[in-house]
């Protein structure tokens, strides 16, 4: 079966750095996407990895290692906004988006 | 541009009732895919359509459906509700041109099953 995982909850102090990890099995690999999703609200995008590597913006980075099925999505100088469940979805070899369950990131001042 | 857009927000039945939920894409998106998010569940894929054709299928049953019109609006269908299709549905839309496009979600429906 496909597989995604990530930690349910994390907690972090504001201005410090965190990083949530994303494994997964899945029926092919085409790319990796994370996205923020406040509560009660829509997920908006934040970054897309195919190839190994990181990606940064700005106080967002992606890391990528296809070879160890693993990604992880790192947030420096933590802002209170930051507060927000994030999801990871693997596009499987049919360019469907297999998700994981969402790290649910608590800041504290 | 405006966003993605989904009515109604809430929506509260009863079992065994049916359900039509709404979706309006941005506009120049062909492709609009559905969404079902519980807690602790994530997303789960229920389908995806492209110019008015499903183009891709999740593993739910066929009470759940789905069409879309010639502008890309997409209604989503759910017959004989059950106390366990109480979520939030969400639906995204992308130019459908690409695999790899990003999706952009709508607000979400959230359906309350009495």
């Known amino acids: 079966g496909q597989n995604i995982d990530q930690p349910t909850e994390m907690t972090a102090t504001e201005g410090a750095i965190v990083q949530i990890n994303c494994t997964y099995q899945t029926s092919g690999f085409n790319g990796l996407f994370w996205y923020q999703q406040h509560a009660g609200e829509a997920p908006t995008f934040l970054s897309y990895n195919v190839l190994d590597g990181l990606e940064e913006k700005g106080r967002f980075s992606s890391f990528l290692s296809r070879s160890k099925g693993y990604s992880y999505l790192l947030l420096k100088e933590l802002q209170m906004k930051d507060s927000a469940s994030y999801l990871c979805?693997?596009?499987?070899?049919?360019?469907?988006?297999?998700w994981g369950a969402g790290t649910k990131l608590i800041i504290k001042p | 541009k405006a966003g993605v857009t989904q009515t109604p927000r809430y929506l509260i039945k009863t079992r065994g009732q049916q359900v039509t939920l709404s979706c309006s894409p941005i506009s120049g998106h062909r492709s609009v895919s559905w969404y079902q998010q519980t807690p602790g569940q994530g997303l789960q894929f229920l389908f995806e359509?492209?110019?008015?054709?499903?183009?891709n299928k999740g593993n739910f049953p066929g009470r759940f459906s789905g069409r879309q019109f010639s502008n890309s609006r997409s209604e989503m269908n759910v017959s004989t509700l059950e106390l366990g299709d109480s979520a939030l549905y969400l639906c995204?839309?992308?130019?459908?041109?690409?695999?790899?496009?990003?999706?952009?979600f709508g607000p979400g429906t959230r359906l309350t099953v009495l």
């Open positions: 359509y492209f110019s008015e054709t499903q183009r």
């Open positions: 995204a839309s992308s130019s459908g041109t690409g695999h790899t496009d990003t999706q952009y």
């Open positions: 979805a693997v596009l499987d070899s049919n360019y469907q988006l297999i």
